[in-house]
């Protein structure tokens, strides 16, 4: 009877049989090993847990009395601790943070019992810890700093002198003037005999707002000072022109217009003079007599 079809195809030689049998037996043997080993791709790639525990092995080495051998540490100020050197000396960082965030609005902690208060450290690593800490000198010398930071400064008050009295080594005190702007100054005063206001300073070329301000703070006109009086209804050309404010053609049209209308009277007559200098009429008016 001649084999079907089905047995002739699963019918092996000898040599097959052998050869079945050793790949059964490897697939066997790599299943156990799968099975028993972890062969998996992330071989060798720390895992969450892996790397918590080296964190904790991290920070258990530096709080270990061999680490802190190790980095020697010295005196320092608390207020500038940063997370090494938190973790160094055994902080938690929740208690690094609250140090941070209180730093944060540009506040210092001045004592040991400060720096708990902020940070809320447990009182054995307040104990171990607070030898270390060095603060400013200002800190730990009270009454400097109460002399020094506390006391409320007195500004001296400034004695205002007669500007007509100043000479040039009272001008050349204030800032910005040198011996040129001094002496400009003093034969400015020459020309009118004397000041009548310390706005007239701010005809003088050279000096600047900042300048003006500092002699305004430092010097005043007496209220009493001896000036010469021009005479306006009396005054020839010649005599108007020694005050600076009178130049040629001006005082010329003053004397004109006093022959043709008779005498001034007041001040105010003389805003009809062509070319008056109206802007400085307040200060003209103290040279003049009526």
Known sequence: MKPSFFNSYFQFTKAQRS????????VSVLQAVRYFFDITSDKGKPTSKQQWISTQIYRDSLQSPMNHNKWKL??????????FKGYQLGMSVSEIDR????????????SAAEFQAVTKISDSLLHKIAPLFKFPAWVSNKAHWKSNYERPKIEQKIVQIDINEATAEDLKKIYGIGDGLSERILK????FGAFVSMDQLN???????????????????????TRKRININTATIKELMQLPY?????AKAIVAHRSMNGQFVKIADL?????FPNDRIEIIALYLEF
């Open 203 to 225: 005809d003088i070329y050279g000096l600047s707002s900042e300048v003006i301000e500092e002699l305004n703070k430092r010097f005043k006109v007496n209220s009493e000072v």
């Open 19 to 26: 050869g079945i049998f050793a790949l059964l037996l490897l």
């Open 188 to 191: 400015e005063k020459r020309k």
């Open 99 to 110: 140090l941070l965030a209180f730093r944060k609005g540009n506040r210092f902690v001045n």
């Open 74 to 83: 010295r005196p320092f100020d608390p207020n500038f601790i940063n997370d």
């Open 271 to 275: 805003t009809n003079i062509s070319g």
């Open 246 to 250: 009178f130049r040629y053609p001006v």
